[in-house]
């Protein structure tokens, strides 16, 4: 269940972005019909914690579990608020929806059309994450939503997916489903950058620094990282200074005989997205505090849909040297790097132009069929102990019969 509900508040958080995007209330809808099955989840769940506490000492193991539960409620119940910006109609700056477009990871909506290599294929077989870095995240087929997407869900033409991933993958993806080029929206080309815009551009990083927080947070549960804690405490920090700032901006951008009713939708989002930071750094407290993590938290979440890899450079490897824009780790295995460790600190949220060095340890998420070909452009083969899921996986070098645990 919790493997569930951390899966569904991300798929919500994404359905919620892809709204406020394509203005579509159909997405917005859907994120409050899933509100519904969370609210049953978080229900059930905290019954089962209750059941579960026999003896005094493992109360505070399970309050951990609670803890977590609770933050992963209060995300869900941020990707309602940002899909309210759709249902009341607060409006949103056409300046935003461009932006949104340069995000780190993009909501992307596309037809499967007759003939196409999707058509009447199941979603394994087409290996969407590591073939173009983008996932679906929802199909909506005729009036009716999918939302509960699995490898073996077969495409039909006249699906609409709607999937979220690197926007390098776009194109690649629309030629997959036979769809005519796309261009996206682009905002006015204005030389005098106003306070409107600032505030445009903040909300935007503030959009791809609470996602990382969120990421950061559950892979420093799993991997009980004090360091990575410490840059989710960084990162809520820095959302709560640029909340002000933005709220500064857009008050000065009012007074400019500008319609106030989109600033409405700017606030609002700026306040989820700084909620969404207040939640990852409600999760990592529990390793701040050295407070017990329940072993429950770590396997619940290696259980979910995208999985969490630290993965070492090898000095013989393509990543070392490389840098992450020329490896292009989003597209192929599909995955998206949350931080790399090197020596002693981290570099959060790295943007395309950071090479890689032999002795780095990347932090990153992505599809689980995609782990053994990062684990191979790192310098590593993958092995799993199938017939001993307690037994972590190996990371081996290339020909090496020497082995590090995959975390």
């Not at 910006?85 to 037809?111: F, K, M, Q, W, Y």
């Not at 407070?291 to 995208?306: Q, R, T, Y």
Request: charged residues 25%; negative net charge.
């Amino acid at each position: 269940m919790l493997a569930e509900a951390k899966d569904l508040s991300e798929l919500m958080v994404d359905l919620a972005y892809a709204s406020v995007y394509f203005g579509d209330p159909d997405m917005a809808e859907e994120v409050d019909e899933l509100e519904e099955r969370m609210n049953d989840l978080v229900q059930d769940m905290r019954a089962v914690c209750v059941l579960a506490v026999r003896r005094p000492q493992e109360a505070e193991g399970m309050a951990a579990v609670l803890q977590v539960i609770s933050a992963i409620e209060r995300i869900a119940n941020d990707a309602v608020d940002i899909a309210r910006i759709v249902t009341h109609r607060l409006g949103i700056p056409r300046e935003l929806v461009a932006d949104l477009s340069n995000a780190e990871e993009v909501s992307h909506r596309v037809l499967v059309r007759e003939g196409s290599h999707m058509a009447h294929r199941p979603l394994e077989s087409l290996e969407l994450p590591v073939a173009t870095g983008m996932r679906v995240m929802a199909i909506r087929r005729e009036r009716d939503w999918i939302t509960d997407v699995h490898g073996d869900t077969v495409l039909v033409p006249g699906d609409v997916l709607f999937l979220r991933g690197s926007p390098a993958g776009i194109i690649r993806m629309r030629e997959l489903a036979a769809a005519p080029s796309w261009i996206p929206p682009s905002p006015t080309d204005e030389s005098v950058i106003t306070d409107l815009d600032r505030a445009v551009d903040v909300l935007v990083e503030m959009k791809n620094m609470s996602e990382t927080a969120v990421g950061l947070a559950y892979s420093a549960l799993v991997f009980r990282d004090m360091g990575l804690a410490a840059e989710v405490k960084h990162l809520e920090d820095r959302l709560d200074e640029m909340k002000d700032h933005l709220e500064l901006w857009v008050l000065r951008a009012a007074a400019q005989d500008l319609d106030p009713s989109p600033l409405r939708g700017l606030l609002h989002l700026s306040q989820a997205a700084e909620d969404l930071g207040d939640q990852a750094q409600q999760m990592v407290w529990l390793i701040e505090q050295h407070e017990d993590v329940h072993p429950i938290l770590g396997i619940a979440l290696g259980e979910s849909d995208e999985v969490v890899m630290r993965v070492p450079v090898a000095e013989r490897s393509d990543a070392n040297g490389a840098t992450l824009a020329e490896l292009q780790l989003n597209i192929e295995p599909g995955f998206h790097v949350l931080a790399i460790r090197r020596g002693g600190s981290y570099v959060y949220r790295p943007r395309g132009y950071v090479e890689l060095l032999a002795g780095d340890q990347l932090i990153a998420s992505g599809p689980d069929e995609g782990r053994g070909l990062l684990a191979e452009r790192c310098g590593y083969r993958l092995i799993d102990h199938e017939d001993d899921p307690a037994t972590p996986a190996e990371l081996v070098p290339l020909g090496d019969v020497g082995a590090t645990s995959a975390g």
